[in-house]
Nanobody, 125 residues
Framework: QVQLVESGGGLVQAGGSLRLSCAAS????????MGWFRQAPGKEREFVAA????????YYADSVKGRFTISRDNAKNTVDLQMNSLKPEDTAVYYC??????????????????WGQGTQVTVSS
């Protein structure tokens, strides 16, 4: 059973940086895609970034492209999201997720079968 545990959220001023980490366990993740999603109050969950575990290819939402970087550490089984130049509109609960179908669309939340509990990111203006 896949388990995902996020850490690294917090409060930061606009323009600042945070690094989120997702510790993944329960199996090997070859062939998987790992994603970060976020959900702000009153809004639907939205895609932020994803990475195919085996190839390392990455994908980003337009709203975070150039500011956020997703990476994975094969040895530690972690997936990190480095967030720079944060804006108040980045405020949300951020979720790590795992999809067993890396060859399919990895930007759709419906493709992900395992989710973490979420970590709050608050960006003050």
């Amino acid at each position: 059973q896949v388990q995902l545990v996020e850490s690294g959220g917090g409060l930061v001023q606009a323009g600042g940086s945070l690094r989120l980490s997702c510790a993944a366990s329960g199996r090997t993740f070859s062939g998987y895609a790992m994603g970060w999603f976020r959900q702000a109050p009153g809004k639907e969950r939205e895609f932020v970034a994803a990475i195919r575990w085996t190839s390392g290819s990455t994908y980003y939402a337009d709203s975070v492209k150039g500011r956020f970087t997703i990476s994975r550490d094969n040895a530690k089984n972690t997936v990190d999201l480095q967030m720079n130049s944060l804006k108040p509109e980045d405020t949300a609960v951020y979720y790590c997720a795992a999809s067993p179908w890396a060859s399919l669309s990895i930007t759709a939340a419906t493709m992900y079968r395992s989710w973490g509990q979420g970590t709050q990111v608050t960006v003050s203006s």
